[in-house]
Antibody, heavy 128, light 108 residues
């Protein structure tokens, strides 16, 4: 059974950066994608970006281009999200989820799919 | 990007009843690549349906999905106490994948 275990809650100041990790076990880490989805308090779900660990190229939603970095460490089966330039609007629960790509280009860009396994979520609070 | 509109926003129902949730897309969903998720307070979403109508592993058969093009439906044939939750649809036929705003199924 695939398990995704995320790092713990974070409290950050406006303008700073946050890093969240997602460790995978029980499955084949490198052949799927790991996507990040966030949920602001009382709100819906928003895809942020993702990566196929066998490649080094991540896909990003246009909204987060320039301040989001997604990486993966194949040796530890861990994916990472780093979000910079934090504002109060970034206060949310951040989830990693396994994404089964519909297609993967030679450079690692992929067409995402549904999310069959999810991490437990990491609350990031941005407050002065 | 494709906008998904779910209705109703909140649905009040009783255990044992049949409920139908709607998800309408702003344009046709390629290959009916639509999924449904269930989320309970303080928990991560749970994967229910993919390809508009295929149940994920371990999902009870009281959950069924249908629809094509721009109109999709999730039906719960007989509500169980554990089914009261928020349900989200997601399209993954076009990039970026997008979610609906959710339908809350609450106890009447």
């Amino acid at each position: 059974q695939v398990q995704l275990v995320q790092s713990g809650a974070e409290v950050k100041k406006p303008g700073s950066s946050v890093s969240v990790s997602c460790k995978s076990s029980g499955g084949t880490f490198i052949t799927y994608a790991i996507s990040w989805v966030r949920q602001a308090p009382g709100q819906g779900l928003e895809w942020m970006g993702g990566i196929v660990p066998v490649f080094e190229t991540a896909n990003y939603a246009q909204k987060f281009q320039g301040r989001l970095t997604i990486t993966a460490d194949r040796s530890t089966s861990t994916a990472y999200l780093e979000l910079s330039g934090l504002t109060s609007e970034d206060t949310a629960v951040y989830y990693c989820a396994r994404d089964r790509p519909r297609s993967i280009a030679a450079d690692g860009h992929f067409s995402g799919s549904f999310f069959d396994f999810w991490g437990q979520g990491t609350l990031v609070t941005v407050s002065s | 990007e494709i906008v998904l509109t779910q209705s109703p926003g909140t649905l009040s129902s009783s255990p044992g009843e049949r409920v139908t949730l709607s998800c309408r897309a702003s344009q046709s969903v390629v290959n009916n690549n639509l999924a449904w998720y269930q989320q309970k307070p303080g928990q991560a979403p749970r994967f229910l349906i993919y390809g508009a109508s295929s149940r994920a592993t371990g999902i009870p058969d009281r959950f069924s999905g249908s629809g094509s093009g721009t109109d999709f439906t999730l039906t719960i044939s007989r509500l169980e106490p554990e089914d009261f939750a928020v349900y989200y649809c997601q399209q993954y036929g076009s990039s970026p994948g997008t979610f609906g705003q959710g339908t809350k199924v609450e106890i009447k």
